[in-house]
């Protein structure tokens, strides 16, 4: 019977670590459009995360042109819902409940995820990392959104009434829903590791059963 303990242990131990161990990278994109501008231009481009495995961090490519030269605060925020446009995607992700915060910051959203600044040619391509933000789990990311402001994101340091709420960083002039960029059976840990432990649990059930078969 130890021997069947120290097996199963064994076993239990290996197909969890194996279950989460993932060859590919979990990929997910947002499209961001934003409302004809009086030059007839239009902001637009694509947002992709990019996480390697569970529990780490996630990796932001932000491909965006035609936005208007300076900083703008760039959030998550709660919803995937575009019936009203942008105006329909509730406040930022904020799960906790907390005040606005800056990225660096202990205490901030979810969702924040600071400024950009664009030069003069409209054009930005940068890739940074998060840490609190996720592909998988309860508090992914995944059919949310993503927003684009037209003004500077003041991380929760400004004197406005909305500073610790939003950043006071105006409206909202692009936004887009983040939706899987890669094959489902490749996220085992999307739903926090319970679909790869019962996977892992049932490989077991049915080794132990050969063995107590066997008599070992």
């Not at 979810?110 to 054009?123: A, R």
Request: aromatic residues 2%; proline residues 2%.
């Amino acid at each position: 019977m130890l021997r069947l303990l120290t097996i199963t242990l064994a076993l239990c131990a290996t197909l969890s670590a194996a279950a989460q161990t993932r060859s590919t990278p979990m990929e997910a994109i947002a499209t961001l459009t934003g409302p004809v501008q009086a030059d007839n231009t239009q902001v637009k481009g694509n947002v992709t995360f990019i996480q390697n495995d569970c529990g780490q961090s996630v990796h932001v490519r932000i491909q965006l042109e035609n936005v208007k030269e300076g900083k703008h605060g760039f959030h998550i925020h709660e919803k995937g819902d575009l019936s009203n446009g942008c105006t329909s995607l509730g406040g930022h992700y904020n799960p906790d409940k907390v005040d606005h915060g800056a990225p660096h910051h202990e205490v901030r959203h979810v969702g924040d995820l600071g400024n950009i600044e664009v030069n003069s040619t409209g054009i930005i391509d940068i890739t940074y990392s998060d840490a609190v933000i996720s592909l998988n789990g309860k508090r992914t990311i995944i059919g949310r959104s993503v927003v684009l402001h037209e003004l500077e994101d003041d991380l929760g340091q400004g004197n406005h009434t909305d500073s610790k709420k939003t950043g006071n960083a105006g409206g909202r002039i692009a936004c887009g829903v983040i939706g899987i960029n890669s094959d489902l059976e490749e996220w085992p840990c999307r739903d926090g590791g319970a679909g790869a432990l019962r996977q892992s649990m049932a490989i077991v059930t049915v080794v132990v059963g050969l063995i107590l078969s066997r008599g070992l």
